[in-house]
Each structure stands twice: as C-alpha cells, then as structure tokens.
C-alpha cells in the first residue's frame, strides 16, 4: 500500500510540474515579445512597457501615430522620461490615461477611455506594464466600441492568451468585471 501511495504521489508531483513548466513556457513566449499584439492591423496595437528602441520599431513598422498609457503620468521614472522623450522625438503623440488592473473602471471611466481610442490618430499603441490586464480591457473596449467586433471576439483580449488571469480572487479579475459591466452599453445582452 505505502508503494502505491509513494507511486501515486511521484506521478501526480511530475504532472503538475509539468503543468507549471508548461504554462511557464507559454507566459514566457508571451512576453518574449513584450506581448505585443495586433488589435486591429494597421489601427491598432498592445503591448507591455516599450523601450524606446521598441518604440522606434513600431513607429518604422507599423506607423505607430500615437501611444495610449494605462501606467498614468510618472515623471522622473526613466520608463516614463524614455517613453515620452522617444515619442516626442518621432512625432508621435503620447496620452496618459491612469487605471490601475486592480481596479474597476467605472461606466464613466470606460466611457472616457473609448472617447480617447477613438479620438486619437491611428494607428495607437497601448500598453500598460506587461501588456495583459489593462492593456487587455483598453484592447476588448475597442474591439467591442471601435471595431465593433462580437462580444466573444472582444473578451478573447482578456485571456491566458496575452497573459490575462481571468480568475475572481486574482486582484486583476477587475478588468473581467468592468468588461461584464459595459456590456449592455456596447450592445452585448443576455451573457
């Protein structure tokens, strides 16, 4: 019996060992490329915090017309003087706009942030830190506002996919949650 016992246990360690190296990879092949994804290709783009050498990429590849920060206005942080300094120097128009991934966005709030996705020349690069949870709702909102995509294909931008725990007791289940609220303004019934 204690054979058996030990078995089972060995087995079910190496599983879920497995299990984490596996998500492990896939986390990391995320954000081997700062999580930079298209939204909408040629309108619109997310990412994680660029450097400004990322930022001169996106502005020669994808014509990158203005930067969106979910971070807010963070003056005397080298991300953020780098960041602004870059987009200045390329012409690109820089927008901060605070949220925090812990947090949900009111109605108000959510309404502001389309408000200035749409508003802003295209194409848009928006990012938060890593690019998975505010970067995540900002790039659902203009799917669902902008691009007037279907809910299912907009709720995809909060995903594992992009590095997005949609879990209830994970502090960033907020982002789930200001999605789930808008819904009825963005046309989505019934879910």
Excluded at 20 to 35: E, F, P, V, W
Excluded at 36 to 42: C, E, L, M, P, S
Excluded at 128 to 138: E, H
Aim: glycine share 8%; with cysteine; hydrophobic share 45%.
């Amino acid at each position: 019996m204690k054979i058996v016992r030990r078995t089972f246990a060995r087995k079910l360690t190496i599983a879920v060992v497995a299990v984490i190296a596996i998500a492990g990879s896939a986390l990391a092949a995320i954000h081997r490329n700062n999580n930079f994804h298209a939204i909408v290709d040629g309108e619109a783009y997310r990412s994680g915090q660029p450097s400004a050498d990322e930022i001169r990429t996106y502005r020669e590849k994808y014509h990158i017309a203005t930067i969106i920060n979910l971070r807010g206005k963070s003056d005397g942080q080298a991300w953020y003087d780098a960041e602004v300094r870059t987009a200045n120097e390329l012409g690109i128009r820089h927008i901060d706009f605070p949220m925090s991934a812990r947090k949900e966005l009111t109605q108000a709030r959510s309404l502001a942030l389309i408000a200035v996705m749409k508003s802003a020349p295209k194409p848009i690069l928006i990012h938060c830190r890593a690019g998975s949870d505010r970067a995540g709702l900002a790039s659902a909102l203009y799917l669902a506002a902008l691009a007037k995509a279907g809910e299912e294909t907009s709720e995809m931008q909060l995903s594992i996919r992009f590095g997005h725990f949609a879990i209830p007791v994970v502090g960033t289940y907020g982002m789930d949650e200001t999605f789930e609220a808008m819904e009825p303004l963005l046309g989505f019934f019934g879910s």
